[in-house]
């Protein structure tokens, strides 16, 4: 029986994956599934198996999760479109006798008012109705959010809504690595897992990258609307720019400050911290 993972064409299924050969699945017990496999030669070639998976194309949901003891269930990256996209996935874990399903979920996902909840709740919601075995795997704002920012940091500051809030951000990495552990280990069936690191707010993120750089770096808090016409001024989508500055709104309300160590009980170690992801970082940038 093998362990399947959703979306490893992405950053978040990719490291999933690296995960479970860290911790000492057999390669050959992994299927990496995603739309372009051609991007997942190296694994393949590492011994993992490879399968084309599409979450619009359920034929393809059910042939790549056949034989599946458990699915990681990677959150799709087009919002919008998640909740029917999962309801595919949900569905052919059903059919093809899937024993359990991991979900990468959203902060407090049942309450939260950010916009991105929504789909997440609805996903939630199909889950429990399905009737497989599940684990919500809550996971928190990315540090990486932030740190692939560097380049625009440096040449025009942080700019944002999240005044003070505090944000439990944590690396892709360690959330990658608690799927990763809650994939190999027992007793997570109807565990609901909030997960995020230790709390900073944008102030503190304009001092770490100042730290890290050398350069002096500061955060300006501006109201939602303006913040939301700067994105769409640098090129985003306006309903994109919507949901980015909906989620500052959310961190200065309090919606992205994760209670309690989920995460560090899952990896058995402390997150990454702000200052090492900001310094791991800029050491790649200036590589």
Same mark, same amino acid.
Request: proline fraction near 4%; charged fraction near 20%; charge should be negative.
């Given at each position: 029986?093998?362990?399947?993972?959703?979306?490893?064409?992405?950053?978040?299924?990719?490291?999933?994956?690296? %995960?479970?050969?860290?911790?000492?699945?057999? !390669?050959?017990?992994?299927?990496?599934?995603?739309?372009?496999?051609?991007?997942?030669?190296?694994? #393949?070639?590492?011994?993992?198996?490879?399968?084309?998976?599409?979450?619009?194309?359920?034929?393809?949901?059910?042939?790549?999760?056949?034989?599946? *003891?458990?699915?990681?269930?990677?959150?799709?990256?087009?919002?919008?479109?998640?909740? &029917?996209? $999962?309801?595919? @996935?949900?569905?052919?874990? *059903?059919? /093809? %006798?899937?024993?359990?399903?991991?979900?990468?979920?959203?902060?407090?996902?049942?309450?939260? /008012?950010?916009?991105? @909840?929504?789909? $997440?709740?609805?996903?939630?919601?199909?889950?429990?109705?399905?009737?497989?075995? $599940?684990?919500?795997?809550?996971? %928190?704002?990315?540090?990486?959010?932030?740190?692939?920012?560097? &380049?625009?940091?440096? #040449? $025009?500051?942080?700019?944002?809504?999240?005044?003070?809030?505090?944000?439990?951000? @944590?690396?892709?990495?360690?959330?990658?690595?608690? !799927?990763?552990?809650?994939?190999?280990?027992? %007793?997570?069936?109807?565990?609901?897992?909030?997960?995020?690191?230790?709390?900073?707010?944008?102030?503190?993120?304009?001092?770490?990258?100042?730290?890290?750089?050398?350069?002096?770096?500061?955060?300006?808090?501006?109201?939602?609307? #303006?913040?939301?016409?700067?994105?769409?001024?640098?090129?985003? &989508?306006?309903?994109?720019?919507?949901?980015? !500055?909906?989620?500052?709104?959310?961190?200065?309300?309090?919606?992205?400050?994760?209670?309690?160590?989920?995460?560090?009980?899952?990896?058995?170690?402390? &997150? /990454?911290?702000?200052?090492?992801?900001?310094?791991?970082?800029?050491?790649?940038?200036?590589?």
């Amino acid at each position: 029986m093998s362990i399947i993972v959703t979306g490893a064409t992405g950053h978040l299924g990719r490291l999933a994956v690296e %995960g479970l050969l860290a911790r000492g699945v057999p !390669a050959e017990q992994i299927v990496a599934t995603g739309r372009r496999i051609d991007t997942l030669t190296d694994l #393949q070639q590492r011994g993992v198996t490879v399968r084309r998976a599409d979450y619009t194309d359920p034929a393809s949901l059910r042939a790549a999760f056949a034989g599946a *003891k458990q699915v990681l269930l990677v959150s799709s990256s087009e919002v919008g479109q998640r909740l &029917p996209q $999962h309801r595919n @996935a949900i569905t052919a874990a *059903k059919d /093809t %006798g899937v024993g359990l399903i991991a979900y990468t979920s959203l902060t407090r996902a049942d309450t939260s /008012t950010l916009l991105l @909840a929504d789909e $997440h709740r609805g996903t939630e919601q199909a889950l429990a109705e399905s009737g497989v075995p $599940h684990v919500l795997l809550r996971n %928190g704002w990315y540090t990486d959010n932030y740190t692939d920012q560097l &380049p625009t940091y440096l #040449q $025009h500051g942080i700019v944002g809504s999240a005044g003070t809030g505090q944000v439990s951000a @944590a690396t892709r990495a360690d959330y990658a690595e608690a !799927a990763a552990a809650v994939l190999t280990t027992d %007793g997570h069936e109807g565990a609901v897992y909030e997960l995020g690191g230790e709390p900073f707010a944008m102030p503190e993120l304009a001092a770490a990258v100042s730290a890290a750089t050398g350069q002096d770096v500061t955060y300006t808090d501006v109201p939602v609307e #303006q913040y939301t016409r700067i994105l769409v001024d640098a090129g985003l &989508p306006e309903p994109v720019a919507a949901v980015y !500055a909906d989620g500052d709104r959310g961190a200065a309300d309090g919606e992205l400050y994760v209670e309690g160590n989920d995460l560090d009980k899952l990896i058995g170690r402390a &997150p /990454t911290s702000l200052t090492d992801a900001v310094t791991a970082a800029v050491a790649r940038l200036r590589a």
